[in-house]
């Protein structure tokens, strides 16, 4: 089912598809899929503005600098979000979303709330059902 979202076909972005047939679904899978991605959006859309090392604290640690890094300037680079360079010296830099990346907040709500109806805390990792890597 293709659902029009009012945005106008030039402000889409290209993303190429090996399938035989374009899939909206894969594609937004390998747009927002990595790993921390839509957790950087959901902490994005809960603070609308956060620092570098705010980020890494809303994330609670789990993510090494590097890969936060990555993962912003992906994100950046697919439009989501944006960087600013709020002082020089020394250089600090904030993170918001565009009106890209706003327009996750329904599909990051909805993957909050199906997580909270089928799944709980588990009292140890050897109890999870997601390996922690």
Request: with cysteine.
């Amino acid at each position: 089912m293709v659902e029009s979202t009012g945005t106008n076909e030039m402000d889409r972005l290209p993303v190429w598809s090996a399938q035989e047939e374009w899939c909206a679904v894969t594609t937004g899978m390998n747009v927002i899929g990595y790993k921390w991605h839509p957790v950087i959006i959901d902490r994005l859309l809960k603070h609308e503005t956060l620092r570098f090392n705010e980020l890494s604290r809303e994330i609670g640690g789990a993510i090494t600098n590097k890969v936060l890094s990555s993962s912003l300037e992906d994100l950046e680079e697919k439009d989501l979000i944006e960087r600013s360079v709020v002082n020089e010296k020394p250089v600090e830099v904030e993170y918001s979303l565009t009106p890209r990346g706003e327009s996750l907040e329904p599909v990051i709500e909805s993957l909050e709330t199906w997580a909270q109806k089928n799944f709980q805390p588990a009292a140890s990792q050897t109890e999870s059902i997601v390996d922690h890597d």
